[in-house]
């Protein structure tokens, strides 16, 4: 085996994806993942102290891009803030979805993970939701959507869709309906928060 050499923590979890892939979360250990690395078990206890901590961490990991990409749209300037919000909620669903599809064992993982992290999941939400209201906050100062608090509206947006984007409901994202019921819930919340000078596809 090949001598330590210092180890950064993305090196780290970039092997433990690929590991976790081709044994799977359950059989995946860390010395597995150390093996990969050409790396003694030793030397990633320094970074992680269990198979635990190191799933977390490639679960925080997943979750951190998918938030990165919605600031991004959350941030962004010009254009109609309910047609940005409904990008916002758009993205969120293809980027759970596509997970779901072509990396149902991961997603597996992931999934189980955010259950048991409870601390770290409420921070990625609330997270999100601060992107919500940022949208939220725009579309009222321009009159596109009703004064409120805008925290207030972009939590109920995000509860009211949450069966789109929660992995718990993964099992239903197949259903041949669930674009339609979408659909239906999305003109739902539009018609609680659009001023009416809006136009009702809007």
Sequence with gaps: MATDMPLTKEAI????????RRFGPEKTTVVDVAKALRVSHGALYRHFASKASLREAVTERWLQQIADTLEAIAYQSG???????????DTLIISKRTYAANDPEMFTMYTAVTLES?????A????LIQQLAQIVEVGIAVGEV???????????????TVR?????HAYEWVNASVDEEFQSV??????????????KDA
């Design 79 to 89: 254009g109609p803030a309910l047609e940005r919000l409904r990008h916002w909620i």
């Design 146 to 160: 009703k004064p409120g608090s805008s925290e207030s509206i972009a939590k109920a947006i995000f509860m009211a």
């Design 118 to 122: 409870v601390e770290m999941i409420s």
């Design 164 to 168: 789109f984007h929660h992995p718990a």
């Design 13 to 20: 979890l970039d092997a433990a994806e690929v590991v976790l």
């Design 124 to 127: 990625h939400i609330n997270r």
């Design 186 to 199: 999305w003109q739902l919340v539009l018609s609680g928060i659009k001023t009416k000078t809006e136009s």
